[in-house]
Protein backbone atom coordinates (compact mmCIF):
# COMPACT_ATOMS: atom_id res chain seq x y z
CA UNK A 1 0.00 0.00 0.00
CA UNK A 2 1.42 3.26 -0.83
CA UNK A 3 -0.29 6.94 -0.06
CA UNK A 4 -3.22 8.28 -1.78
CA UNK A 5 -1.70 11.27 -2.18
CA UNK A 6 1.43 9.44 -4.09
CA UNK A 7 1.53 9.54 -8.31
CA UNK A 8 1.50 5.67 -8.25
CA UNK A 9 -1.40 4.23 -9.91
CA UNK A 10 0.20 1.39 -12.09
CA UNK A 11 3.06 -1.60 -11.04
CA UNK A 12 5.44 -0.20 -13.65
CA UNK A 13 4.98 3.39 -11.60
CA UNK A 14 5.66 1.56 -8.43
CA UNK A 15 8.74 0.19 -9.67
CA UNK A 16 9.89 3.25 -10.27
CA UNK A 17 8.91 5.24 -7.72
CA UNK A 18 9.37 2.69 -4.60
CA UNK A 19 13.25 3.14 -5.28
CA UNK A 20 15.04 5.32 -1.82
CA UNK A 21 11.27 4.85 -0.51
CA UNK A 22 10.70 3.38 3.38
CA UNK A 23 9.40 0.44 3.68
CA UNK A 24 7.63 -1.38 6.99
CA UNK A 25 9.69 -4.75 7.22
CA UNK A 26 11.56 -6.93 9.73
CA UNK A 27 7.75 -8.14 11.22
CA UNK A 28 7.25 -9.43 14.34
CA UNK A 29 4.85 -11.83 11.86
CA UNK A 30 6.92 -12.99 9.67
CA UNK A 31 4.38 -13.70 7.28
CA UNK A 32 4.31 -10.10 6.15
CA UNK A 33 7.87 -10.13 5.38
CA UNK A 34 7.27 -13.18 3.23
CA UNK A 35 4.54 -10.95 1.27
CA UNK A 36 7.26 -8.28 1.07
CA UNK A 37 9.76 -10.94 -0.77
CA UNK A 38 7.39 -12.00 -2.92
CA UNK A 39 6.02 -8.99 -4.14
CA UNK A 40 9.72 -7.53 -4.59
CA UNK A 41 10.46 -10.42 -6.59
CA UNK A 42 6.98 -9.90 -9.13
CA UNK A 43 8.67 -6.44 -9.56
CA UNK A 44 11.59 -7.94 -10.69
CA UNK A 45 13.58 -7.27 -7.29
CA UNK A 46 14.86 -10.73 -6.34
CA UNK A 47 17.67 -9.49 -4.62
CA UNK A 48 15.14 -7.76 -1.86
CA UNK A 49 15.49 -4.42 -0.42
CA UNK A 50 18.67 -3.60 -1.48
CA UNK A 51 18.22 -4.42 -5.24
CA UNK A 52 15.09 -2.25 -4.85
CA UNK A 53 16.82 0.34 -3.28
CA UNK A 54 14.58 0.51 -0.10
CA UNK A 55 15.27 1.11 3.49
CA UNK A 56 13.69 -1.34 5.73
CA UNK A 57 11.36 -0.17 9.02
CA UNK A 58 11.21 -2.38 11.55
CA UNK A 59 7.96 -3.19 12.91
CA UNK A 60 7.43 -4.41 16.95
CA UNK A 61 3.90 -4.78 16.75
CA UNK A 62 0.75 -3.81 14.72
CA UNK A 63 0.33 -0.81 16.97
CA UNK A 64 3.41 0.13 16.09
CA UNK A 65 3.11 -0.07 12.26
CA UNK A 66 -0.19 1.83 12.92
CA UNK A 67 1.37 4.36 13.89
CA UNK A 68 4.56 4.42 11.30
CA UNK A 69 2.21 4.71 8.66
CA UNK A 70 -0.41 7.44 10.00
CA UNK A 71 2.90 9.40 11.13
CA UNK A 72 4.52 9.41 7.75
CA UNK A 73 7.95 7.70 8.87
CA UNK A 74 7.04 4.66 6.03
CA UNK A 75 6.49 5.29 2.46
CA UNK A 76 5.38 1.71 1.93
CA UNK A 77 3.22 -0.56 4.08
CA UNK A 78 3.66 -4.54 3.14
CA UNK A 79 -0.07 -5.41 4.35
CA UNK A 80 -3.07 -7.52 3.00
CA UNK A 81 -5.94 -5.23 1.93
CA UNK A 82 -9.54 -5.84 3.88
CA UNK A 83 -8.43 -6.47 7.20
CA UNK A 84 -9.12 -4.36 10.18
CA UNK A 85 -5.33 -3.25 10.51
CA UNK A 86 -5.84 -1.32 7.26
CA UNK A 87 -9.32 0.13 7.97
CA UNK A 88 -7.54 1.59 10.61
CA UNK A 89 -4.13 2.58 8.98
CA UNK A 90 -6.30 4.15 6.26
CA UNK A 91 -8.65 6.13 8.49
CA UNK A 92 -5.50 8.08 9.67
CA UNK A 93 -3.68 8.53 6.58
CA UNK A 94 -5.44 7.03 2.82
CA UNK A 95 -3.79 4.68 1.19
CA UNK A 96 -3.86 2.71 -2.02
CA UNK A 97 -2.85 -0.76 -3.13
CA UNK A 98 -1.18 -1.38 -6.47
CA UNK A 99 -1.46 -4.36 -8.70
CA UNK A 100 1.12 -6.75 -9.26
CA UNK A 101 2.57 -8.20 -12.38
CA UNK A 102 0.68 -11.07 -13.91
CA UNK A 103 2.37 -12.47 -16.98
CA UNK A 104 4.52 -15.97 -16.44
CA UNK A 105 7.63 -14.43 -16.19
CA UNK A 106 6.91 -12.17 -13.04
CA UNK A 107 4.76 -14.99 -11.48
CA UNK A 108 8.02 -17.69 -12.08
CA UNK A 109 10.32 -15.14 -10.22
CA UNK A 110 8.00 -14.38 -7.76
CA UNK A 111 7.29 -18.17 -6.75
CA UNK A 112 11.35 -19.09 -6.89
CA UNK A 113 11.39 -16.78 -3.95
CA UNK A 114 8.24 -17.15 -2.27
CA UNK A 115 6.68 -20.64 -3.17
CA UNK A 116 3.64 -20.23 -1.62
CA UNK A 117 2.26 -16.83 -3.21
CA UNK A 118 0.09 -16.35 -6.84
CA UNK A 119 -1.86 -13.37 -8.08
CA UNK A 120 -5.38 -13.25 -7.62
CA UNK A 121 -8.17 -10.74 -7.54
CA UNK A 122 -8.71 -8.43 -4.77
CA UNK A 123 -12.26 -7.29 -5.19
CA UNK A 124 -13.32 -3.67 -5.06
CA UNK A 125 -14.70 -2.10 -1.91
CA UNK A 126 -12.23 -2.06 0.98
CA UNK A 127 -10.03 0.91 1.71
CA UNK A 128 -6.87 1.39 -0.87
CA UNK A 129 -9.31 -0.74 -3.59
CA UNK A 130 -11.68 1.10 -5.88
CA UNK A 131 -11.75 -1.16 -8.51
CA UNK A 132 -10.25 -5.08 -8.40
CA UNK A 133 -6.80 -5.76 -9.11
CA UNK A 134 -4.54 -8.45 -9.62
CA UNK A 135 -2.80 -8.48 -6.13
CA UNK A 136 -0.60 -11.26 -4.19
CA UNK A 137 -1.87 -13.98 -2.74
CA UNK A 138 -1.77 -17.15 -0.51
CA UNK A 139 -3.65 -19.49 1.15
CA UNK A 140 -4.24 -19.94 4.71
CA UNK A 141 -4.19 -23.27 5.69
CA UNK A 142 -4.77 -25.32 8.76
CA UNK A 143 -1.72 -27.58 10.21
CA UNK A 144 -1.46 -30.37 11.89
CA UNK A 145 1.30 -32.94 13.11
CA UNK A 146 1.43 -36.22 10.76
CA UNK A 147 0.79 -38.75 12.84
CA UNK A 148 -2.29 -37.04 14.18
CA UNK A 149 -5.17 -39.53 13.56
CA UNK A 150 -6.88 -39.58 10.41
CA UNK A 151 -9.86 -39.81 11.65
CA UNK A 152 -9.57 -36.40 13.86
CA UNK A 153 -8.72 -34.53 10.61
CA UNK A 154 -11.44 -35.60 8.55
CA UNK A 155 -13.98 -35.02 11.70
CA UNK A 156 -12.34 -31.58 11.59
CA UNK A 157 -12.92 -31.33 7.43
CA UNK A 158 -16.11 -32.59 8.05
CA UNK A 159 -17.50 -29.80 10.71
CA UNK A 160 -15.82 -27.11 8.92
CA UNK A 161 -17.29 -27.82 5.39
CA UNK A 162 -20.79 -28.30 7.01
CA UNK A 163 -20.79 -25.39 8.63
CA UNK A 164 -19.09 -22.74 5.36
CA UNK A 165 -22.00 -19.77 6.03
CA UNK A 166 -21.11 -19.72 9.33
CA UNK A 167 -17.37 -19.96 8.86
CA UNK A 168 -17.83 -17.28 6.18
CA UNK A 169 -19.06 -15.08 9.15
CA UNK A 170 -16.59 -15.37 11.29
CA UNK A 171 -13.92 -13.71 10.18
CA UNK A 172 -13.13 -11.47 7.45
CA UNK A 173 -10.30 -13.45 6.27
CA UNK A 174 -11.89 -16.57 6.35
CA UNK A 175 -14.55 -15.93 3.13
CA UNK A 176 -11.14 -16.14 1.41
CA UNK A 177 -11.15 -20.17 1.88
CA UNK A 178 -14.76 -20.47 0.35
CA UNK A 179 -16.71 -21.62 -1.62
CA UNK A 180 -14.69 -24.75 -0.50
CA UNK A 181 -15.36 -27.05 -3.30
CA UNK A 182 -13.22 -24.20 -5.09
CA UNK A 183 -10.71 -23.26 -2.28
CA UNK A 184 -9.61 -25.89 -0.02
CA UNK A 185 -7.80 -28.46 -2.02
CA UNK A 186 -5.23 -27.33 -4.72
CA UNK A 187 -1.92 -28.18 -6.29
CA UNK A 188 -0.38 -24.62 -4.65
CA UNK A 189 0.49 -26.22 -1.27
CA UNK A 190 3.91 -26.00 -0.28
CA UNK A 191 3.67 -28.54 2.22
CA UNK A 192 2.20 -32.24 1.86
CA UNK A 193 -1.59 -33.01 2.81
CA UNK A 194 -2.52 -35.20 5.51
CA UNK A 195 -3.67 -38.62 4.96
CA UNK A 196 -6.84 -37.65 6.95
CA UNK A 197 -7.44 -34.47 4.58
CA UNK A 198 -7.03 -36.78 1.57
CA UNK A 199 -9.50 -38.71 2.56
CA UNK A 200 -11.72 -36.05 2.96
CA UNK A 201 -11.01 -34.72 -0.24
CA UNK A 202 -11.45 -37.72 -2.28
CA UNK A 203 -15.05 -38.42 -1.01
CA UNK A 204 -15.50 -34.85 -1.83
CA UNK A 205 -14.05 -34.82 -5.84
CA UNK A 206 -11.98 -32.63 -4.49
CA UNK A 207 -9.03 -34.87 -5.17
CA UNK A 208 -6.88 -34.63 -8.77
CA UNK A 209 -3.73 -36.04 -10.25
CA UNK A 210 -2.72 -31.81 -10.33
CA UNK A 211 -3.10 -32.39 -6.15
CA UNK A 212 -1.75 -35.55 -6.59
CA UNK A 213 1.02 -35.01 -8.47
CA UNK A 214 2.20 -31.97 -5.99
CA UNK A 215 1.55 -34.31 -2.81
CA UNK A 216 4.24 -36.82 -4.36
CA UNK A 217 6.51 -34.14 -5.15
CA UNK A 218 6.28 -32.75 -1.50
CA UNK A 219 6.64 -35.79 0.21
CA UNK A 220 9.05 -37.01 -1.29
CA UNK A 221 11.20 -33.55 -0.83
CA UNK A 222 10.23 -34.29 3.13
CA UNK A 223 12.00 -37.69 3.20
CA UNK A 224 15.41 -36.11 1.45
Keep these: MVPEDSPVHTTEQLKVWMRGKRLSHKWINPIIDHLNRAGLANLGFTGGLADAGLTAVPVSSYKVFISLWIENKIDIAGTPPGIPLVRRMH ?6 FIPMFTDAAAVARMQKVEPAY ?13 KPIQALSFDYCIIARNTLDKGVVQKVLETLYARQKELGESHGLVKGWLPADEKWANDRTVLPYHPGAIDFYKSKGLWNDKIEAKQAELVARSKG
Design 91 to 96: AGRKGR
Design 118 to 130: YIGTQRAGVPGVE
